[in-house]
T-cell receptor, first 112, second 112 residues
Framework: QQQVKQSPQSLIVQKGGIPIINCAYENTAFDYFPWYQQFPGKGPALLIAIRPDVSEKKEGRFTISFNKSAKQFSLHIMDSQPGDSATYFC???????????FGTGTRLKVLA | ETGVTQSPTHLIKTRGQQVTLRCSSQ?????VSWYQQALGQGPQFIFQ???????GRGNFPPRFSGLQFPNYSSELNVNALELDDSALYLC???????????FGEGSRLTVL
């Protein structure tokens, strides 16, 4: 019940495409859902986060869609660029804790 | 504003040895968490420190221990190293009550 399932494992898109990464969870106590971007040899960097009282959030080219009833959320990257090539992790946490449960990651490659 | 800094960046140890990893929190942050990231996996929560006390722990054995100092910097100690301890160890800091978690670049530990 503590898992966050992430898919796909890897994704290749052309420049300008809109990659979509999906995550699903079971624990209804989760109330904070961040997305992180990680480049090889670097630590994860916070991209955008959402709470379950909101169905969509946009920050620049990154959009999170949230479906509370389905217990699913997804990351969309608009107008993707080769510089977006990285591994993306979804995560979830329960209020009052910094114990994030991370997904297994999606390796994105954007072709020039 | 200084981000989260970790040292050393890379180190190699042999099985049975002990290791200490260090972390300086981002300026203004008073909570620190440690995560273990195995190759190709998402980060896994080890423990969290607030006000110099452990305040939450993941599924890691007692040979993983930590400290937080009055200046909010932190150490992760691992005793009796095993081959499976080879991973990227990530420190993350935050301000109590604020959900965003900011990661350092990590310390890459290799156990031979």
């Amino acid at each position: 019940q503590q898992q966050v399932k992430q898919s796909p494992q890897s994704l290749i898109v052309q420049k300008g495409g809109i990659p979509i990464i999906n995550c699903a969870y079971e624990n209804t106590a989760f109330d904070y859902f961040p997305w992180y971007q990680q480049f090889p040899g670097k630590g994860p960097a916070l991209l955008i986060a959402i709470r379950p009282d909101v169905s969509e959030k946009k920050e620049g080219r990154f959009t999170i869609s949230f479906n509370k009833s389905a217990k699913q959320f997804s990351l969309h990257i608009m107008d993707s660029q080769p510089g977006d090539s990285a591994t993306y992790f979804c995560a979830a946490s329960v209020s009052g804790t910094y114990k994030y449960i991370f997904g297994t990651g999606t390796r994105l490659k954007v072709l020039a | 504003e200084t981000g989260v800094t970790q040292s050393p960046t890379h180190l190699i140890k042999t099985r049975g040895q002990q290791v200490t990893l260090r972390c300086s929190s981002q300026s203004g942050h008073n909570t620190v968490s440690w995560y273990q990231q195995a190759l190709g996996q998402g980060p896994q929560f080890i423990f969290q420190y607030y006000r110099e006390e452990e305040n939450g722990r993941g599924n890691f054995p007692p040979r993983f221990s930590g400290l937080q100092f009055p200046n909010y910097s932190s150490e992760l100690n691992v005793n009796a190293l095993e081959l499976d301890d080879s991973a990227l160890y990530l420190c993350a800091s935050s301000f109590s009550g604020v959900r965003e978690l900011f990661f350092g670049e990590g310390s890459r530990l290799t156990v031979l």
